[in-house]
Nanobody, 118 residues
Framework: QVQLVESGGGLVQPGGSLRLSCAASGSIFSINAVGWYRQAAGKERELVATITVGSSTNYADSVKGRFTISRDNYKNTAYLQMNNLKPEDTAVYYC????????????WGQGTQVTVSS
């Protein structure tokens, strides 16, 4: 089974930047779409950004213009460049495939904590 490992989170001040990484145990990103998700304390997990096999990207309105999703098929790793971070971005960030018919294709990893605070 595919395992996903997120990394790159940390504590950053408002306006700062972070780059998150999502490493997959198998070569899946070259043939499957990738999504970044986040879950803030007490809230549901939400979709943040997606990138398709054809490299088409989409972003949640709350992060559009600030976040950039990308993929390195050779390294089998997906990334989320996060700029101009806001306190509202504080959450645990996860990667996965895209939910289809109510189902996610892979098991969730542990996620990586992003905390935006002064």
């Amino acid at each position: 089974q595919v395992q996903l490992v997120e990394s790159g989170g940390g504590l950053v001040q408002p306006g700062g930047s972070l780059r998150l990484s999502c490493a997959a145990s198998g070569s899946i990103f070259s043939i499957n779409a990738v999504g970044w998700y986040r879950q803030a304390a007490g809230k549901e997990r939400e979709l943040v950004a997606t990138i398709t096999v054809g490299s088409s990207t989409n972003y949640a309105d709350s992060v559009k213009g600030r976040f950039t999703i990308s993929r390195d098929n050779y390294k089998n790793t997906a990334y989320l460049q996060m700029n101009n971070l806001k306190p509202e971005d504080t959450a645990v960030y996860y990667c996965n495939g895209l939910k289809e018919k109510g189902v996610f294709p892979y098991s969730w990893g542990q996620g990586t904590q992003v905390t935006v605070s002064s």
